[in-house]
């Protein structure tokens, strides 16, 4: 064993420029703090008399240190052969070769992993959008894409203000519970930019959206790139397992479809399964009340007859929409508030209260009437519709 | 006692190196492979290939019988093979990869083909099935959950002759679990098969220069790598797992981005009209699936394969996106005419 160590280093005394990297690069010699000067000193200053003593004191050092890591390695053979299969491996893998080309591939990746390469010169057609998505469709670069507009949504048009946002956990999983407004519901756009912005964390929202809205063209597929997601028991479930923060409007379509005139009075919250969810999964829930959203397009009718036939549930008529078409399904810009209230932890249940239908009723209730209370505390407050 | 040696003869039967694989579909692209990757496993002491078409992959340890499913006297033929050959494991990959306008034909193959088998199985007293069907069954939905579990209903288009035949087929084998109990019945589902040598309905689709979508629609799609499909098919016949598997690589991707890869544009047509035009293109026989599959480009249709990882120990080598960069690097190849084989 020895002996084979020796050679190479033999071979590297004929060439006084190498001389010092062998001890550098072998990981199990630990090289004597005097090495790497001297081989600065070696490089800078060629004269020769110099250099061969040099070398000749490096080669005594290596000489005493393979020795002295020999006797070591004995030592330890005794106890497991680990060390000896490593020493064996250890001589023909010269320093020189092998780094190279790992060293390379190293300064690839770092090339590709700054955004400047893919930006110059990625994919054609690719620029406007991830390679990948996450497992829901939400795309980070697409969403980036739109972002301004939504920007201009929250700080301009709707001008939104966030109250209690830090009662949102910095992190694990979070139900945020929510009422719903607005014939066309720009809420689950706002509670997310209101949690991306406001939060000390940042925190991503995924809301569930209604089936309704993955049937229509476009609306469907924009929504899920920029992060809604289809409502549902096994969608919610492994979000939540994913450690997400995921928003809810349990009153589903009977909350974007009510009236001007019951507005901010809460329907039904389906039959509580957002609260079996959370049992299920101990998840601590954060009752939103959201303010404004209900006079963006205020519904003073539904027509239902006929529509079924456009695969629409109804059509909702409201003091623009169809006297001035598409274009009266602009929102109105009223002044946006989101109160978030205190989260309502269920530790203390166990996962098989879930089954236990009174306990669900209580807790839905419980949820919606804190979510109530907020909302008519809110409108009390509001002077103007316009201005808060 | 005779548990003891019922045990040992179990033991023999799947650990020993006397087991005999018997395969279907043989000359298919999973067949031909899945026999080819048998042929140099140690655990497997014979391979019985049955196809009507020649098996190329065929090896020393194959022996080939031209038995065509589609024949009234396939199902005594068969269990006198399985029987004579004293099979242990039906590997049943005898199914259409793309539909065919021959419905009557793939009729008999896929869903009666499937009775011969299962009820020649039962017959030689065969203690196991493997059988490949499709995640496409549980059709495409607006009110599909994002994954779909193997507990989910089947929903695909049952007014569609090739998804009826494959939903026909699976509850065949589903009723050979049902009345014996001793057989081991799995059921691998597989995300749609991408990859440098595959050749079905999605490939087609993709090797069009100008890619037909659903103008507003951009469902989430995966894929599985042939490379795994046929590595879950091997785990299968390995593994004792009784049940119902999604095999699927990991990942999703937008159906856009899938175009936009694999170097092709899309032409975004509205839905009503493509209907239209896709039911006159498929009698025309200019488009490559008929009408119904258009469901599949507008609305989710993507499982989860968690339990297949869990109970069978299947981890997928390829992610969805790498599986469909595989087959557009071959793709690129056939484009200018330096690559081109037969369609298996």
Redesign the interface.
């Known amino acids: 064993m020895t002996e084979s160590n020796r050679k190479p280093a033999a071979r590297k005394a004929a060439r006084p420029r190498k001389k010092a990297k062998p001890a550098e690069g072998r990981p199990q010699v630990a090289p004597p703090p005097s090495v790497p000067s001297l081989e600065v000193d070696a490089v800078e200053r060629p004269s020769d008399a110099d250099v061969a003593a040099r070398i000749r004191e490096l080669e005594t050092k290596m000489d005493e240190m393979m020795v002295e890591h020999a006797r070591e390695r004995e030592s330890q053979h005794d106890l497991d052969d680990g060390p000896r299969r490593r020493l064996s491996t250890v001589p023909p893998a010269r320093p020189s070769a092998p780094v190279m080309p790992e060293g390379m591939l190293d300064t690839a990746r770092e090339l590709l992993s700054t955004d400047f390469y893919l930006r110059k010169w990625g994919?054609?057609?690719?620029r406007n959008?991830s390679?990948?998505?996450d497992?829901?469709?939400h795309?980070p670069v697409y969403e980036g894409k739109v972002r301004p507009f939504f920007d201009f949504l929250y700080d301009r048009y709707f001008r939104v203000e966030a109250h209690g946002v830090d009662r949102v956990p910095a992190e694990g999983r979070c139900l945020l519970v929510a009422n719903h407004s607005g014939t066309l519901p720009f809420d689950g756009m706002m509670l997310r930019m209101a949690v991306q912005k406001e939060h000390p964390r940042h925190r991503d929202v995924r809301w569930l959206a209604e089936?309704l809205i993955?049937?229509?063209?476009?609306?469907?597929?924009f929504s899920?790139?920029v992060g809604a997601?289809?409502a549902?028991?096994?969608?919610a479930e492994?979000l939540l397992d994913s450690g997400a923060l995921v928003a809810v409007f349990p009153e589903g379509m009977k909350g974007i479809g009510k009236l001007y005139k019951d507005r901010y009075r809460l329907q039904r919250f389906g039959r509580g399964g957002f609260v079996k969810l959370c049992l299920r999964t101990r998840t601590p829930i954060v009752p939103v009340a959201i303010l404004g959203g209900e006079e963006t397009n205020p519904m003073l009718a539904r027509v239902e007859y006929l529509t079924r036939a456009f695969g629409i549930p109804y059509l909702p008529v409201t003091p623009t929409f169809p006297l001035l078409g598409p274009v009266g399904l602009l929102p109105a810009p009223t002044k946006w508030k989101l109160f978030f209230g205190e989260p309502l932890d269920l530790q203390g249940y166990g996962a098989e209260s879930a089954d236990d239908e009174i306990l669900v009723g209580r807790l839905t209730e419980e949820v919606r009437a804190a979510i109530q209370a907020m909302l008519d505390h809110a409108v009390g407050e509001r002077r103007s519709v316009w201005f808060g | 006692m005779p548990t003891r040696s019922n045990e040992a003869a179990q033991l023999a039967r799947t650990d020993g190196r006397n087991r005999v694989v018997a395969v279907t579909g043989a000359a298919g692209f999973l067949g031909s492979n899945l026999v080819g990757s048998l042929e140099e496993d140690d655990r497997i002491a014979r391979i019985v290939a049955i196809d009507p078409n020649p098996v190329t992959t065929a090896g020393r340890k194959t022996r080939t019988y031209a038995v065509d499913l589609t024949d009234p006297t396939a199902e005594a033929r068969l269990a006198e093979i399985l029987a004579a050959e004293r099979v242990d494991t039906i590997a049943h990959l005898a199914f259409l990869a793309s539909p065919t306008h021959a419905t009557a034909w793939a009729h008999e193959l896929e869903s009666v083909g499937t009775m011969h088998v299962t009820v020649a199985a039962r017959h030689a007293q065969v203690r196991k099935l493997v059988m490949w069907s499709h995640t496409w069954l549980y059709g495409a939905r607006a009110s599909n959950p994002n994954f779909l579990t193997e507990k989910h209903p089947l929903r695909a288009p049952a007014g569609e002759p090739y998804f009826a035949d494959k939903l026909e087929a699976e509850e065949q084998a589903r009723k050979l679990a049902q009345r014996s109990p001793g057989v081991v019945v799995s059921i691998l589902r597989t995300a749609p098969i991408l990859g440098p040598t595959v050749h079905n309905a999605f490939t087609r689709y993709l090797a069009r220069k100008l890619v037909p979508t659903m103008m507003g629609f951009d469902p989430l799609v995966q894929f599985l790598h042939e490379v795994d499909a046929i590595a879950a098919m091997h785990l299968a016949v390995l593994r004792d797992t009784p049940g119902t598997f999604n095999v699927v690589g990991d990942g999703v991707l937008p159906l856009s981005t899938v175009i936009k890869l694999a170097g092709r544009v899309s032409v975004p047509i509205p839905h009503p009209l493509a209907e239209t035009i896709a039911a006159v293109g498929w009698v025309a026989q200019l488009v490559e699936a008929p009408p119904s599959f258009l469901r599949y480009l507008r609305f989710l249709c993507v499982a989860d394969g968690d339990k297949a990882r869990r109970e069978l120990g299947f981890t997928p080598a390829y992610t969805s996106r790498e599986a469909l960069l595989d087959f557009v690097s071959a793709q690129r190849l056939r484009d200018v005419k330096l690559l081109s084989e037969n369609p298996a």
């Not at chain 1, 549902?232 to 969608?235: A, F, G, L, M, P």
């Open positions: 994919r054609l057609g690719l959008r390679e990948e998505v497992e829901f469709g795309d089936d993955f049937h229509f063209p476009f609306l469907g597929s899920n790139r997601v289809r549902c028991q096994e969608n492994r």
